[in-house]
């Protein structure tokens, strides 16, 4: 009798351990889908890789308050479907605290309405201005998106003395994106459009169409497309012998784009973000060292380079734990946290979230670059 | 005024060219199989893509490096051949059209992996100088896009009309079993047709090439847009494909000009589709023939 209440006495208190120990580290989950196969796969795979290294630091270090960090990822192959049959399974079955995720500015809005319903706080990594416009409760995002770029590419062009300028852009996601910010802030810095049209990304010749802008009294031609679209712009711009300033988008930064087009693009001015010219920056840019010091640990820990997606999954994930460390995971409490986020600096930008701004950047993030010599510098 | 309608014409010319080299590589195949092979826009692609390592990366001289681009191509054209035309055995058209779809997507894939999803360019041939004529202005490298149609038009003219061995290429489309009982080795002569095809993309996408770039993904939307221009010329005819390329192109060129330029597509398809109302065989296609003796000849 006395053996069997020692025994039983053992296994209780075994028990009991087992429970206390497991309670303490219980790991906090936080759902991942982001693009990991196809074209895209490079975007999806930078953001995983930094939010898993991100989390082994943070683990070893006592993680949140004691508890540890998970993630689960999943690939959202960039296709809406199954972004949202995989936002949903993270939510129910899963039962993570919140979502860093979403690559794509294509599966981004389907999944809005799941988060806003079942009232999980979500940083999205996309950068379509949608996702935050108008603001949703529950959904913020790190990405910078075309509105501050366009906002500071106005005001430079406003402090230039320029006043009229002329619009191209392609029929697509980003250059119908570009051009409604274009048409919507230009009053704001006191610029006319006088010119405004639009060609594809498939079209090889758009000489005609530039031909026009001989014709107006713009100063400046401002030209909003991706991939090989600026590079026909630039080639067919200078054959007919334009000479007005070249402004192009942030998605023409690139080498890719100097070595297509050698001497054609000098003096093209553009407005982007920090992230790939952060080694230029002046020594006073809060920003220069958070780069530096993440595209290092990334190309330390993995052997290769990081991209601006991997960095804002970075963002992403530094905001989520401030938020979680300050809150706990009780997800009301949580969101709050996320919104009051101000004056975090990272890879992005400075990070001022409120109740009326949950992409929380300002033009102050962008950064004015020209193609002097061949190359991309910073100017003023 | 003037100027803009040279423009508009240059531009014309340089983008049409390139669709006629798609649609004459299309109605080639076409001439010799009876098959409509969507993967010829494929041969563009891989050509251009191979010359931008040989040439762009490599720096082998051009002399040197087109060849072997061409070399390669066509043995991909010829491998196409292989899984795509198989005598003797009944395949249905349909299959037929829908394996050069799956061989498109094969081969882009394939490329995919070869090089990556970047966009390339190299140089052009004779320098970047635009010439000009009265404010309007060209550069060099489309008068060579523009040279080079004109000379395949020519040749291919010539050795469908006046060779024996061009005729007996048709043979083979018109019936495969007649032609092969009167000694044509039919199945040589159709995999001639997919090399020659393949050396013709493949020197588009040379010459193109630094002209609107490359990269693995664009070869389906060239191969659409060469069909349609065959299609508007009237399949099988080669002086139709080039009239079919030079109206797509003339059409979206003087869109954008006097219209708009993002209202060019509605402009150019609206015309298209009246046109083959009214001519469902194409511009230089075979005149409908009322019976049977027409689809006794031209039917699989």
Redesign the interface.
Known sequence: MKKYSIITVLVVLAILTFTLCSLAAEPIRIGSPVILSG?GAYVGGAEKDTLEMMAADLNKSGGINGRPIEFIFYDEEGKPDVAVSLVKRLIQKDKVTAIIGISTSWTAPPIIPIVQKEEIPAIILAAATQIVDPVKKWVFKTPADERIVVAKLLSYIQSQGIQRIAIMST?DGFGDGGRTQLIAQAPTYGIKIVFD????M????????L??IKKTDAQAVVNWSS??AP??FT?NY????LELPIFQSHATFSK?FL??T?K?SEGTKLASMKFYGAEKLPDSDPQKKVILDYQATYKKKYGKETNQFGGGAFDGFNILVAALKKAGDEKNKLRDAIEQTQGYVGVNGIFNYSPSDHAGLSKDSIIMYQVVGGDWKIIK | MVTDVIQAIFAALSVGSMYALVALGVTLIYNATNIINFAQGEFVMLGGMTMVTLYGQLKWPLYFSIPVTIGIVVVVGMALMKVSYRPGKSTSLITVLIITIGASLFISGTARHIWDADIHRFEPFSGEVPIKLLGAAIVPQSLWVIGLTLLVLSSLVIYFQFTIQGKAMKACALDRTAAGMLGIRVKRMVLMSFAMSAALGCGAGIIMTPLTMVDYSGGMLLAIKGFSASMLGGMGSFVGAVIGAFIFSFLESFAATFVSSSLKELVTFIVIINVLLFMPRGIMGPRVVEGLHEEEILGD
């Open positions: 074209v029929q049209d639009r060609y594809t498939q079209d090889a010749d758009i000489t005609p169409t031909n026009k991939s090989r590079i026909i080639m200078r054959q007919i012998g890719d070595d297509a050698g054609n």
